[in-house]
Structure formats: C-alpha cells, structure tokens
C-alpha cells in the first residue's frame, strides 16, 4: 500500500524565485492537505483540496497556490521567494468522510531552503 | 479559532517507564478532534491516536492512551512502557471536525528522548 510520496526531498532556491512541490496521496486517498512546518515550530495548515477544488485555506498569502489533478496527486507554488519560506512542506492525505476518524497521513516532506 | 499549547518543550524517560505528554487546547467549536503525531528525525508525521469531542472514553491504541479531560480543555498522551523508538517529537492537534483533520491547528511539540 503506497503511502504518501512528496518530491522533490530537498532543494534550493534564491529570493524572489518560483518553486513547485509535488506531492501523490495515499492511495484510495482523495483529498490533501499542504503544511508548512518551520524549524523548531509545528506545522501550519497552508490550504486544502478536494476534487481539484481550493476547500479551506489557513493564513498564508496569494503567493502560495496548489492545485489538485484528477488523479489526486497535488502541487504546491510559491512565487517570490523570501527568506521566511524556508521550512519543512509537508503533504497530508486523508479520506474525507470515510473515516472515523479522519486522520491525516503524511509524506515526509520537501525541505526548502531560500538564500 | 483554535489553539493548542505544548509547554514541555523537551521530556527525558527511562526505557520501559512510562511518559506523560501534555497538551491543552483552546477552541470554540462545540464538535472537534484531537489527535497525536509522532515526528521522528525522518520528518514523516504518523498518527498515533484520536479522541472525538464528545467521546465519552479515553482512547487507547496498543501503548498509547490519551488522558482527556474536557472540563479542563486538556488531551495529555501517556506512553507505557518506553522504548529508544520512542523518541521523537511528539505534535499535538486540533481540527474542527472529527471526519476532515485537513485543517488541523499543531502545537510547536515536545521532543521525548528516551534513556536506556
């Protein structure tokens, strides 16, 4: 049973440049989750999608959008870089609905650094 | 809102004894879900238990039980019997439903290191 898988794992950017995440759920998994998680912090909840539609959104700007494709699988962009966008992302997937509980599943995250 | 506070920021156990994680949460919704990750240095978050809002019971999963008490708005995480696999840091979290944690409120966690 494949889990969640996010790439690329780490990578290296400079201010006011574009990066795209990548992120596939679990499988049977229908909806994801973004997080951006800064060092020594726990995660924050960026945004949400659930058939290929923006459901909730926390507290980031416009510069952070995503989208989701028919298979699931989702992308998180970031334009204009700064520094304060260094952290951990990390993709949830979870089964909405379906679950007692709802969980949440998550990958182990894209480390993006901003010089 | 919600919010939730984790004020150990590190906790120290010897292997095989037991470990109290605390954690208490502030929030408005009348229905909500609290629920525990374990983050190892790997930086995947696994789920280790969940406790709905009006469930009447503490939950327990294998060596986990979440000591909830709701009056004081407090969900601590117990862990018996420690093992070195246990250390890692330790995420509590909110989310305003029990059946969609997509939008789940985290604490800055507490980081267990257990002794042998």
Redesign the interface.
Known sequence: DAGVTQSPTHLIKTRGQQVTLRCSPKSGHD?V?W?QQAL??????IF?YYEEEE??R?NFPDRFSGHQFPNYSSELNVNALLLGDSA?Y?C?S?L??????????????S?LTVL | AQKITQTQPGMFVQEKEAVTLDCTYDTSDPSYGLFWYKQPSSGEMIFLIYQGSYDQQNATEGRYSLNFQKARKSANLVISASQLGDSAMYFCAISPTNTNAGKSTFGDGTTLTVKP
């Open positions: 909806t989750s997080y020594g912090q726990g995660p924050q909840f949400q459901r909730q926390g951990l990390l949830a979870s909405v609905g379906h679950s007692d509980t709802g969980e949440l599943f998550f990958g182990e995250g480390r």
